[in-house]
DNA sequence: TTGAAAGCGCTAACAG
DNA sequence: CTGTTAGCGCTTTCAA
């Protein structure tokens, strides 16, 4: 761990600060404590907090006194242990690789963002964990723990064959991610390949012809960017050239070096498509400072449209990933699931941004941000 | 809702794919069923799997050869029921304003995802929670109703009172953000003031004397760093021109738009010091647009070192955060006072890294990333 | 070394 | 309308 914290100060100790009740840990108020204040049954209580219209109006005016005097609040885990609901859904980030920074890509956060707001709107709570590689066991046991209802897969990354024993026990649990042939599990995720086919069909347009591939193909939704790139290829005549296809990982400083290395290595090319906007600023920066100019000389394509493409310089052209609905979508389907209902996957259309690093000729106007 | 999706596959019903056990949603295995199989009673397999001394050998591998067939886990909400304890601790994120697209700064995700690493190193679980304003008392009920055992809030905007109100009832709470005087909860933060001090201080350096600050005074943090802003200035006999205090809230759009309205104000300015490497990005955009050259006719310099702050074009001068230790101290000192020590708040130190942005002549090395 | 019994705080029949 | 009675699945005395 890295150097010793400077500066402290403010202490935080047990004494209670003032004279106020200096209530045990324990000492928290139950039902039971209301149900005698109120001079009813335990289940009177549990009934009138319930909303259940067998219950007095004015025992229920009393009780609901004295439950916002004592801000008594019923004790979730109790109630879930009865009622066999936790009330909770698991969004799990499939980490894919090893040390990978934590969750650092801009575009999980939006999507997890969109998730959030979806599950609260629920009135659920939301566990959040990041699982590492092969490990698709840590998914199963959020669930026979009883500490989830359901699960959120961010990403399938290459989880695939986990996520399947998963939907094989039923367990209620969508996935965000590529939609395979086959497979068992429920996702939503935006059409792929029609995505990248048609970023690379518009660096075509702009007169590019050596097109490079910037991302990790063994990634199922990469895979998927990859047919399309390939697709768009085809579609012009170009016959695709393996030294052009580059793999890296997500983060900024792998795709920053599998870029230079690319460029010393003497290649040719006069545009990039990348997996993601990270990529693709990365790999702008890399090819800046190899003094090649994007897009004059190499037009860039990225993908998600994150916040920061609209902002960057250049601004970035690439494929919308709509995460407002992606997010709701994920979280509407595993309520239908827990909920007994069937469900089935979902492609979301992709929408392709243009912005001046693919070298469109375009006014002094900015395209603005979303 | 935005538009309806457009395909959808697979399908995902409730009939068992192949002949699997077409168990019923009820039908995990409970600890009796294990204890029954070997032959034993309840107590005991307890306390196999809890790894207690006072148990024979020979049973408990018996014992744990039949969780392991059945894959059986322990119910950790009764488990909690019992004990009092939740395994879980909450991390919430109190919203700025009404709808700030929900947790889009890099910051917050990076600093999230130390603390996920953290909370699991625990073997704790991680419940995220989006607050809105006011709202503080929806952190107790977290507490309350059991849900966690103590909560982590990432920047205390404008809850500073919720939060007080919270740490008088001793509940276990440690907050990332600013240091206030007499406050009475813990914080973890980097050291704001002076990290903005120094930041200003190079700028000053550079020779820009009318320098702009671009953050939202009214949240803590960024009051310091005003803070520091003015004692640089001071230090070098500049009298701060209120002209130059920009307000934006955090998202980039707003942040550009803060920046256009200056310009076209028809301020005059050689620098900025934006309180985040977001706004700072958003400040770039809309100075390039207006035709300004950063670092030439405007030096820019901004706060945290995302990860993209290096890939930035011109690469960012900013103040780094270290997220990495500050995630981990916050986890380190909610679970000391969870275990009932005192603790106390922690200040970090910051470190000026600097790039092309701030207008340093450098050699053609790049200034790398972290 | 093990078992029996008593709850953790709540809900849900079943009787009044 | 309300109270009584059983548990939900687990841990933990207290005895054996």
Redesign the interface.
């Known amino acids: ?3 010793k ?10 004494a ?2 003032d004279g ?1 009740q200096p209530r045990a ?2 000492g ?1 108020v139950k039902m039971d404590d209301i149900a005698r204040m109120a001079g009813v049954s335990k289940s009177t209580v549990s009934r009138a907090l319930s909303g259940s219209p067998l219950v007095n109006e004015e025992t229920r005016a009393r009780i609901q006194v004295l439950v916002d005097s004592h ?1 008594y ?6 109630q ?2 009865r009622k ?1 609901r ?1 009330h ?1 859904i698991a ?1 799990v980030i499939p980490l894919l690789h090893e040390h990978d ?4 890509d ?1 575009f ?3 999507l ?3 998730i ?2 979806a599950v ?1 709107d629920h009135g659920y ?6 699982i590492g590689p092969g490990r698709a ?1 840590g998914m ?2 959020l669930v ?4 989830v209802d359901g699960l959120i897969a961010i990403g399938q990354s290459t989880a695939h064959l986990g996520l399947e024993r998963l ?4 367990l209620p649990l969508v996935v965000w991610g590529a ?1 395979l042939p ?6 939503v995720g935006s ?1 792929n390949k029609a995505g990248a086919e048609r970023a690379v069909a518009h660096l075509i347009a702009q007169g590019r012809r050596r097109i490079v591939f910037l991302g990790q193909r063994t990634v199922p939704e990469m895979r998927l960017r990859h047919d399309g790139y390939v697709a768009a290829l085809a579609a012009a005549g170009i016959e695709p050239d393996p030294a052009l296809d580059v793999p890296t990982r997500f983060a ?2 792998a795709a ?1 070096t599998a870029m230079r290395s690319l460029i010393c290595g003497g290649a040719t090319f006069d545009a990039v498509f990348a997996c993601s906007d ?1 990529i693709a ?2 790999a ?2 890399a090819l ?2 190899q003094g090649l100019r994007v897009p004059e000389d190499v037009a860039v394509v990225g993908y998600d449209d994150v ?2 493409a ?4 250049p ?1 970035l052209t690439t494929v919308r990933q ?1 995460t ?2 992606g997010g ?2 994920l979280v509407d389907l595993l309520f239908a ?1 827990i909920a ?1 209902r ?8 992709t929408e392709l941004v243009v912005r001046a690093s693919s070298g469109v000729v375009s006014g002094t106007t ?1 395209p603005g ?1 979303r």
Chains 1, 2 share one sequence.
């Open positions: 761990m890295a150097d914290p400077a500066i402290a100060a403010t202490t935080h100790s047990d209670t600060p106020a840990k324990t928290a801000s609040r019923v004790d979730t885990r109790a879930g242990l066999g936790t909770t969004v920074q934590p969750i650092s801009p999980f956060l939006e997890l963002g969109h959030a707001d609260a709570d939301l566990l959040l964990s990041k066991s199963a046991d026979d723990t009883g500490r939907a094989d026990r039923n939609q086959e497979q068992h599990y429920v996702t059409d900024s400083a920053l990270v600023i990365s702008i920066r800046q400072d916040q920061m609209a902002f960057y310089n601004a709509d407002a609905t709701r979508l699931q007994g069937p469900t089935r996957s979902v492609m979301l259309p900015t941000p």
